[in-house]
């Protein structure tokens, strides 16, 4: 990994504007001027503290990022919660109502057998035949 993006680096100097040559007097000969280790020291920094905050920003941006996903998974977590509570209460109820019914099926046969019971006693008083019917 760079510590320093030398394409940004050649691109912000690009930038600069040409440094103005002012003349110390009149008839001094024009010369070029050369960009001092103090410029370029400056201009480097300037880059790598750009690339410093821009590299930051990048990151708090993945941040807020990840911590919407991990709001919207604790959301998501809390939903299936609440209908895994459902999905139970909905068993509790289903066992309840399946044990009434057991009962009730339970209580119904005995009184069929009572009154079959009953019916056989009562034939046998008379004198009528139920064998051949009973089961």
């Known amino acids: 990994m760079q510590l320093v993006d030398l394409d940004r680096l050649e691109q912000v100097l690009g930038e600069l504007e040409p440094?103005?040559?002012?003349?110390?007097?009149?008839?001094?000969?024009?010369?070029?001027?050369?960009?001092?280790?103090?410029?370029?020291?400056?201009?480097?920094?300037?880059?790598?503290?750009?690339?410093?905050?821009?590299?930051?920003?990048?990151?708090?941006?993945?941040?807020?990022?990840?911590n919407g996903l991990a709001t919207r998974c604790e959301e998501i977590?809390?939903?299936?919660?609440?209908?895994?509570?459902?999905?139970?209460?909905?068993?509790?109820?289903?066992?309840?109502?399946?044990e009434k019914k057991a009962t009730e099926i339970e209580s119904l046969a005995k009184q069929v057998d009572d009154m079959k019971q009953t019916a056989i006693a009562m034939a046998e008083k008379t004198g009528i035949d139920v064998s051949a019917s009973s089961s």
């Open 19 to 66: 440094m103005r040559e002012e003349r110390a007097v009149d008839y001094a000969q024009p010369h070029h001027r050369q960009v001092s280790v103090n410029e370029l020291g400056a201009v480097t920094a300037a880059a790598v503290r750009q690339m410093g905050e821009n590299t930051a920003a990048a990151i708090v941006a993945m941040g807020d990022k990840g």
């Open 77 to 98: 977590i809390r939903d299936v919660h609440a209908v895994m509570a459902e999905i139970k209460k909905l068993a509790g109820q289903v066992t309840e109502t399946c």
